[in-house]
């Protein structure tokens, strides 16, 4: 069987030496790079050709890969390259890489057409002057054949130990049970679900609630199915740290069970979770782990795929030994990784690197998204940036003076565009272009200052960065996105402004993510009504739906209406007091830890003063503004079995979700809101938008989003077959039809 490999992954693999260096980075972005593609190839001839599919093969290997360009009168093949900055600044490495790209593509086009000779050129095309450098070279066919027959030797030996371990790997996978006697209920529907659904190549959207082992319910029957389905890797994607230690402990369980099941499972972490030296820049003069990263590379990644299971520690350890960067390492070990563990970023995000390295080794992928309800929020983040005046003035004064000329010029661009804006906020019809354009210049010669300099003050690089992004969300700016100028203070002409483009569609971006992969399972507690998620997240079309049976009875779970109480926000001072005495009357009728969800912090206040004051025999515990990872712990810790105690926290907030207190930890919960976004200025034209787009712009923006986040508030008291406990829905509008329906099945809910 050949092991097939993709030409920049096979050059990558043989071609990279010398130091790890990112001096030239950000490179342009994806979209200024197909743009400058686009350029070049529409300055040359009629007859030239573009993105040719080319295909090679040397004993064990079939090399794949798609050719920028081939001019057939000057018998020229063109490998195109974008760049930012002078093209003087490109480091050696990178440009050996660029030539030996071209030199293998320069091989499979005489082999393809049976040339005798080539011209093969790396063409250097800056995206700022649309400048083009030329670096052209002619080649016998027998020359290009031996380069290529070099590179490929050097990869066949490793391509000849990845075909043995595919074959091992699904072997093992084969023969992979269930690593419990029984399953649990819901658990074996989940996992049918799953398996038919990458069996079948469609999308699913499972609702499951806590307690049926939704994780190890969804890893086995997609690891099952990977053989059969010709899968070659599985994506695990959390939005929190919790999630991707469940999966690393689900993938241990079943390590553990079959002590020979053969997949190397990879934990992704962020950067500055992994890095060493995070005062050092990432080139090979300012940090000892970047000098010669790529000349040790080798050992490291032979070391780590042997060792398979690769969590951060692991990674840790084989950098450590090897002296190279552990963040790095576990990147350059992706591409050999069965199965990633990661934040959703590392495939949805705009550079996302798990989707970059899919579409180019055309891998058959299936993702598996963990508490996916968080995706459409997250992913509305992913494509949304502001660009603040006070960052741009933080940035001029930290700035050498190479670059105040052009902070300044942006800045009188800036003013002059919203001096005259009398509201405090306004939608704008487009991103303004002189905007852009001025943006365009500050970042050409911040990345030119980058290249040349060791250091650079933090306002700047977070100014740098988010004006990256800025241009990059502008070039695909449309009724997905939404741009607007909020200004400090309107009456004053002088005042600061901030300019955003905030995305409020995520559909516009995921949906090209989800479309690559062959099989997508999102499951949550909480993805109902399913049309919306389908909708927010562009789902496909033939995407399948499951709502699991809860393993939980209502006689667990005591979930009560207060119809005499309204928390509508010119109806909360007024009904705060029976709110309180409510609360104060369970926690007295049956003691015990319970937590109370409110719509704000000033609405979370004035109860704990209210509390404190009127039944001050209540232990209260307040979740404060801006709390560390380490507070939140804390917090949740003092939630004991034998404490009796009244935790008032913030719908949607840390402790909405994501926290496990079992048993008497917790017993019982009030939510005073109905949990939906306000009406900001901002979300009345997202109501407008998913109204156009959808026909339900209410639900869309606020029913169905403030329902589900209290759903999550209320399941953080059954977490178990065995737990008992009660819930407060402290509102009114709980009892119509249309919010009703959106709460659980298996609650049985009764009036106060």
């Not at 005798?116 to 400048?131: N, Q, W």
């Not at 002409?493 to 090209?512: C, F, Q």
């Not at 508030?713 to 829905?729: C, E, H, M, Q």
């Amino acid at each position: 069987m050949n092991y097939r490999v993709a030409v920049r992954s096979l050059c990558e693999f043989t071609a990279k030496t010398g130091d790890l260096d990112l001096r030239f980075t950000p490179a342009p972005s994806p979209e200024e790079g197909m743009h400058g593609h686009r350029v070049v190839q529409h300055r040359r001839p009629n007859y030239y050709e573009a993105e040719i599919d080319l295909k090679a093969h040397y004993p064990g290997l079939e090399v794949i890969g798609r050719a920028d360009g081939y001019d057939p009168e000057l018998n020229r093949l063109e490998e195109i390259k974008t760049h930012r900055s002078d093209i003087e600044r490109i480091p050696d490495n990178h440009r050996a890489l660029h030539r030996a790209q071209a030199l293998i593509y320069g091989h499979m086009l005489c082999s393809q057409r049976g040339l005798k000779s080539l011209e093969v050129a790396v063409v250097y095309y800056h995206v700022i002057t649309a400048e083009e450098t030329t670096e052209p070279e002619t080649f016998s066919a027998a020359d290009l054949a031996l380069f290529f027959n070099m590179h490929c030797e050097r990869f066949l030996a490793w391509a000849e130990q990845e075909t043995a371990h595919r074959e091992a790997r699904n072997q093992s996978l084969d023969v992979l049970e269930f690593p419990h006697a029984t399953y649990r209920d819901g658990q074996r529907d989940l996992a049918k679900a799953v398996y038919r659904a990458v069996k079948h190549e469609h999308a699913l959207l499972a609702q499951a609630t806590t307690g049926i082992g939704k994780t190890l319910a969804t890893i086995f029957p997609q690891l099952k199915a990977m053989p059969a389905s010709n899968i070659d890797r599985l994506f695990f994607l959390t939005a929190k740290t919790p999630g991707r230690q469940l999966a690393l402990g689900a993938f241990h369980t079943l390590r553990e069970h079959h002590p020979l099941l053969r997949i190397r499972v990879l934990e992704l972490v962020a950067r500055e979770k992994a890095c060493i030296y995070p005062d050092r820049a990432c080139h090979g003069e300012s940090c000892p782990l970047a000098e010669g990263f790529y000349d040790r590379l080798p050992d490291a990644r032979a070391e780590a795929v042997k060792a398979a299971w690769l969590d951060q520690k692991r990674v840790s350890e084989i950098a450590q030994t090897h002296s190279i960067c552990p963040y790095y390492l576990s990147q350059a070990i992706a591409p050999w990784a069965d199965v990633c563990v990661g934040d959703y970023n590392y495939y949805f995000d705009m550079s996302a690197m798990l989707y970059a390295l899919t579409v180019l080794n055309e891998w058959r992928i299936t993702l598996l998204v963990d508490e996916a309800h968080n995706l459409i929020e997250r992913g509305r983040g992913m494509y949304t940036v502001s660009l603040s005046q006070h960052a741009l003035i933080s940035a001029f004064d930290a700035s050498p003076s190479a670059l105040k000329r052009r902070l300044t010029d942006l800045n009188a661009v800036w003013h002059r565009r919203f001096r005259d804006f009398t509201n405090g906020y306004t939608a704008l019809a487009d991103v303004p272009d002189e905007l852009i354009k001025a943006l365009q210049v500050v970042v050409s010669h911040i990345t030119d200052w980058l290249s040349d300099n060791r250091q650079m003050a933090p306002e700047i690089l977070r100014f740098y960065f988010d004006a990256l992004l800025f241009l990059r969300l502008a070039e695909q700016y449309g009724d997905h996105a939404l741009c607007d100028v909020i200004i400090d203070d309107p009456k004053d002409p002088s005042t600061l402004s901030t300019v955003s483009i905030r995305n409020i569609l995520p559909a516009h971006y995921l949906r090209p993510r989800f479309a690559t992969a062959i099989s997508s399972t999102l499951f949550s507690a909480t993805l109902n009504p399913t049309d919306f998620y389908r909708d927010m997240l562009g789902m496909p079309d033939s995407t399948k739906a499951i709502d699991v049976d809860s393993p939980f009875s209502s006689a667990q779970l005591r979930v009560r209406i207060a119809t005499n109480i309204s928390t509508r926000y010119q109806n909360r001072a007024q009904s705060l007091p029976a709110v309180c005495e409510l609360i104060a009357k369970q926690c007295a009728e049956q003691p015990g830890n319970y937590l109370a969800f409110f719509s704000s912090y000033d609405y979370l206040a004035a109860a704990e003063q209210h509390l404190a004051k009127c039944y001050p025999e209540l232990c209260l515990r307040l979740q404060q503004r801006d709390m560390n990872e380490a507070n939140r712990q804390a917090f949740v810790d003092s939630f004991g079995n034998d404490s009796e105690q009244l935790g008032l926290v913030v719908l949607g907030g840390a402790f909405g979700e994501g926290i496990d207190l079992p048993g008497k930890r917790l017993i019982g919960a009030f939510v005073t809101t109905l949990g939906m976004p306000s009406p900001t200025d901002i979300n009345k034209i997202i109501e407008t938008r998913m109204e156009a787009q959808f026909g339900s712009g209410f639900d869309y923006t606020y029913r169905f989003p403030g329902l589900q986040k209290v759903v999550q508030a209320a399941g953080r008291v059954i977490r178990d077959t065995s737990d008992t406990g009660v819930v407060y829905l402290l509102d009114d509008r709980y009892a119509r039809p249309e919010n009703l329906n959106l709460l659980p099945s298996w609650w049985q809910i009764e009036g106060v």
